[in-house]
């Protein structure tokens, strides 16, 4: 997969930015203690999954590309 530039801008943004316009929401991660620690989102035009983190998120209140989230 090969990641497009709107999903390459965002990564090391403050999660205060929003989404753009190809991300589609897909759920949230969270901790045992069920504390949200990001929301991810699938770019509809590369497949790059991306993770728009909380202060208890890594790296804390920043987007950032990765893997597939666990089933």
């Not at 901790?31 to 069920?34: C, F, Y």
């Not at 990765?66 to 089933?71: A, E, L």
């Given at each position: 997969m090969q990641?497009?530039?709107?999903?390459?801008?965002l990564v090391g943004?403050?999660?205060s930015v929003p989404p753009h316009e190809?991300?589609?929401a897909s759920g949230i991660g969270a901790?045992?203690?069920?504390c949200k620690v990001d929301s991810?989102?699938?770019c509809a035009g590369c497949g790059a999954w991306?993770?728009?983190?909380?202060?208890?998120?890594e790296p804390p209140n920043m987007w950032r590309m990765?893997?597939?989230?666990?089933?």
């Open positions: 990641a497009c530039d709107l999903c390459h801008l943004e403050p999660a190809n991300l589609q901790m045992p203690n069920r991810r989102w699938r991306m993770y728009q983190s909380t202060a208890l998120g990765g893997g597939p989230p666990p089933r």
